[in-house]
């Protein structure tokens, strides 16, 4: 592999490019900055990340199809089975299924610990098992995390019946306010 003078890395003469279909319409958190950033450090290890801006009509048959180098999706819920959507063989998209295995990773192993933390109400061996997946994924470096979004949530000790919702998304239904 050469290092033109541009900077990037190259193979018989072609650049070494990895393409990012970005939802710009849907950027939150500052991800277009984020994005940017992860793009200026990819160059100075020789990789050429380029973003091509989708919409969300767009996005969907691109990550059934696999067509992407590098996708950027975030889940969060309040539970560790959200490793399940995001590791499970049954999660790879295919077909017209937008699976959230957007990574195809595809490994018996953790298959089977993701199934067994189903079959186990300890949640101690939950716990463990969830770990497991973690170690692994993070091993065979499936995904590289970049940030834990966090909500900041203020209220008084008058409000009263916040409640969050299975993906932590805080929800008002039932919440009030009291006088004293």
């Known amino acids: 592999m050469g290092c ?21 319409s849907f950027a939150r958190e500052q991800r277009g900055t ?8 990819a160059k100075k290890i020789g990789f050429e990340v380029v973003f091509t801006d989708v919409t969300a009509t ?3 048959p691109k990550a059934i199809a696999g067509d ?8 969060q819920r309040a539970d560790g089975d959200t490793l399940r ?7 790879i998209p295919s077909g017209t299924f937008f699976g959230q295995n957007l990574a195809r990773y595809d490994d018996a192993e953790v298959d089977g ?17 969830y770990a497991k997946v973690q170690q692994k994924v993070n091993t065979d470096a499936v995904v590289f995390p970049v940030y834990v ?6 209220v008084s000790k008058n409000v009263r019946d916040i409640a969050w919702e299975p993906q932590a998304y805080p929800t008002f239904y039932d919440a009030w306010v009291s006088k004293a």
């Open 149 to 154: 979004f966090n909500y900041l949530l203020g």
């Open 58 to 60: 767009d996005f969907a």
């Open 85 to 91: 959507n995001l590791f499970a063989i049954s999660n």
């Open 68 to 75: 992407y180098d590098l996708v950027d999706f975030s889940w």
């Open 113 to 129: 610990w993701l199934s067994d933390s189903l079959a186990t109400t300890d949640l101690a061996e939950r716990a463990a098992l």
């Open 4 to 24: 033109p003078a541009e900077g990037y890395r190259t193979k018989d003469g072609a650049r070494l490019t990895v393409r990012w279909p970005f939802l710009k």
């Open 34 to 41: 984020l994005a940017e950033q992860i793009q200026a450090e």
